[in-house]
């Protein structure tokens, strides 16, 4: 899905629940419930919503959008991702990145070893990874690295302004 890069995506739309417009939702938001705290809603479709209602059930989340007011409306829907304007996120905390920051970041070794281009950042549970994708064809013979963005033992700057994430590894590993 290809939003515009002034929104982020927190969600997608899922099954229609019941027959007056209901649908279940997947946050993407640390906090499940934390994606109703964002309003309106862009979805795929490139209209914004409104939340009319919201609740649990059980272990999901379900919600009810204005306009859509039958099954039908909600079978329209279904699979859509949820975005917002970027500008409804938060403010982080010094020190405290958004992963859409990061993607499309350089990242240099300590001794000035351009490793490649952030792809991607994903979670494994332990700690956040940087996936870097080399430019071309590396002295190291590596297309793509997984480094883990732990701050100050491997991260040492993140430097938003050049773009530039300093890192303390290896560029042979």
């Known amino acids: 899905m290809s939003l515009a890069s002034d929104k982020v995506v927190i969600g997608k739309i899922g099954a229609s629940y019941g027959v007056k417009g209901w649908v279940k939702i997947n946050s993407y938001t640390d906090v499940p419930e934390g994606i109703f705290d964002y309003s309106p809603w862009i979805l795929a479709d490139g209209k914004e919503y409104q939340i009319d209602q919201w609740r649990p059930h059980g272990k999901a989340l379900v919600a009810k959008l204005e306009g859509i007011d039958t099954r039908d409306d909600a079978e329209r829907i279904k699979n859509l991702d949820i ?91």
């Open 83 to 173: 975005a917002i304007q970027a500008e409804q996120l938060p403010e982080l905390e010094e020190g405290e990145y958004y992963w859409r920051e990061l993607t499309g970041m350089q990242v240099v070794t300590t001794q000035g070893y351009n490793l490649g281009t952030v792809a991607e950042v994903f979670n494994t549970g332990a700690n956040d990874v940087l996936r870097i994708r080399a430019k071309g064809n590396d002295a190291f013979g590596q297309k793509e690295r997984l480094v883990p963005f732990v701050l100050d033992s491997v991260v040492q700057t993140v430097d938003k302004v050049e773009r530039i994430i300093t890192v303390d590894w290896e560029p042979g590993f």
